[in-house]
């Protein structure tokens, strides 16, 4: 009998967790669950005889790999995949999937809250600023990037973005302003909210010199990932400006470094855009789903490796 371990560290809504068991049992497989594992070691330990792990932000490195002789497929129950060693496991044979889309509105509902939470003075009761009428700029108009541009559209937001994947008619349709740079993007928006995912090209490109071109009181908001942000110019930017705010789902690394900008600052304790119970049935029933129709009838649709 297949086993397909269920790694979260961040564990699914119990509600989640419930239907993922019954659907990968139903199918004939044995389901196991590792959910806030203490430490790698038990993830290793946990993968020695499974033939499918999924997974949220969990790290599948070759050293777990190695240690998972039978894997076959490693399903990550979201979007960003920067957590698998894909050429480790391409060299294992082991097909690594995502589920795109199934978390996205989650992520953007906690984008939009960090706006008007930060743009409201941390909800502190002293008179703050409104989102209608401001341009929002998104950064990668993937499916994160489409719920937030609908959203923002509700509060009266002027919305751009860049992408350079996505068609201008397309975004037109859409009722989205095209911008043909990045560069035209930071210059123009007061908020930018960002959807890149994290990968060669992308870590540390949100820099000094992006940021500091925003116009006044700007807002960057990050429910990406840390590694694409230059921290350093990010430092440098709150050091230089008054009016810079950073709202981030991602801890940056630097973040003792600006205690002195707490105002301008907030970071959620523990990354949480995904964090919801529809979110969780969404991305953990497709990955079971996937998981199934991969052992049942060979099938690899949304395979990244
Ligand atoms: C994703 O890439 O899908 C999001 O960043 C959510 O990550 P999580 O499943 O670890 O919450």
């Given amino acids: 009998m297949k086993k397909v371990l269920v790694a979260t560290d961040k564990p699914f809504a119990k ?6 068991r019954t659907l990968i049992t139903e199918a004939g497989f044995e389901c196991l669950f590792l959910e806030k594992y203490p430490d790698q070691q038990a993830l290793m330990n946990a993968v020695t005889d499974v033939d499918a792990i999924i997974i949220r932000s969990d790290i599948i490195d070759k050293a777990v790999m190695d240690q998972a002789g039978k894997l076959s497929i490693v399903v990550r129950a979201g979007a960003g995949y920067d957590n698998v060693d894909l050429s480790a496991a391409t060299e294992k044979g082991v097909v690594v999937m995502n589920t795109p889309g199934q978390n996205s509105n989650a992520v953007a509902e906690l984008a939009l809250g960090m706006m008007v939470y930060q743009a409201r003075n941390h909800f502190n009761g002293s008179s ?3 989102l209608f ?10 499916n994160v990037g489409k719920h937030v541009a609908r959203i923002a559209k509700g509060f009266g937001m002027k919305v751009y973005a860049f992408d350079p994947f996505v068609s201008k ?3 037109e349709d859409d009722g989205i302003i095209s911008m043909e740079t990045v560069e035209a993007l930071y210059a123009g ?14 870590k540390k490109s949100i820099n000094f010199d992006l940021l500091s071109s925003m116009p006044a009181n700007a807002m960057l908001i990050n429910t990406a990932r840390k590694e694409v942000i230059c921290e350093e110019g990010l430092q440098r930017v709150f050091e230089t400006r008054k009016d810079f705010n950073y709202v981030s789902d991602v801890a940056p690394d630097c973040k003792a470094a600006l ?6 600052l907030f970071v959620t304790p523990k990354k949480m ?3 919801t119970a529809e979110a969780n049935i969404n991305a ?3 990955a079971a789903n996937q998981i199934i129709a991969f052992f049942k009838n060979n099938v690899t649709t949304f395979k990244v490796n």
């Fill in 128 to 130: 703050g600023t409104e």
């Fill in 273 to 275: 855009g995904a964090q």
């Fill in 284 to 286: 953990g029933i497709a």
């Fill in 15 to 20: 509600v989640a967790s419930d239907q993922i």
């Fill in 259 to 264: 205690e002195p900008f707490n105002d301008r």
């Fill in 169 to 171: 008619e397309a975004m």
């Fill in 189 to 202: 928006c007061q908020y930018v909210s960002l959807h890149i995912p994290a990968n060669e090209k992308t």
């Fill in 133 to 142: 009428g401001k341009k929002l700029g998104i950064h990668a108009y993937g």
